[in-house]
């Protein structure tokens, strides 16, 4: 079955960063777009951040030009580059892939 497992949370103070990492299973990965969502507490779910198969971004306007999504497809495993983060990314970050799964979400927490 397919599973995705994230990694690389933590607490972090402003204008720090963090990566996250999700290395997926039980999936054809090279072929499958990839993404990083996320949901703040009493918020909807958002969208961060996709990757294609061919390695083709989209961000949320958010966080452009602070995060960078990418992917290892020798590894399985697409990461979530956070710079210059802000109390208003605190969140819980999931992987997902184009195929409708979830991982089980990460915490992110921004604060000094």
């Known amino acids: 079955q397919v599973q995705l497992v994230e990694s690389g949370g933590g607490l972090v103070q402003p204008g720090g960063s963090l990566k996250l990492s999700c290395v997926a299973s039980?999936?054809?990965?090279?072929?499958?777009?990839m993404g990083w969502h996320r949901q703040a507490p009493g918020k909807q779910r958002e969208l961060v951040a996709d990757i294609s198969p061919e390695g083709s971004q989209t961000y949320a306007a958010s966080v452009k030009g602070r995060f960078t999504i990418s992917r290892d497809n020798a590894k399985n495993t697409v990461y979530l580059q956070m710079n210059s983060l802000k109390p208003d990314d605190t969140a819980v970050y999931y992987c997902?892939?184009?195929?409708?799964?979830w991982g089980q979400g990460t915490q992110v927490t921004v604060s000094s």
């Open positions: 997902t892939n184009n195929i409708g799964y």
């Open positions: 039980g999936m054809f990965f090279s072929m499958a777009g």
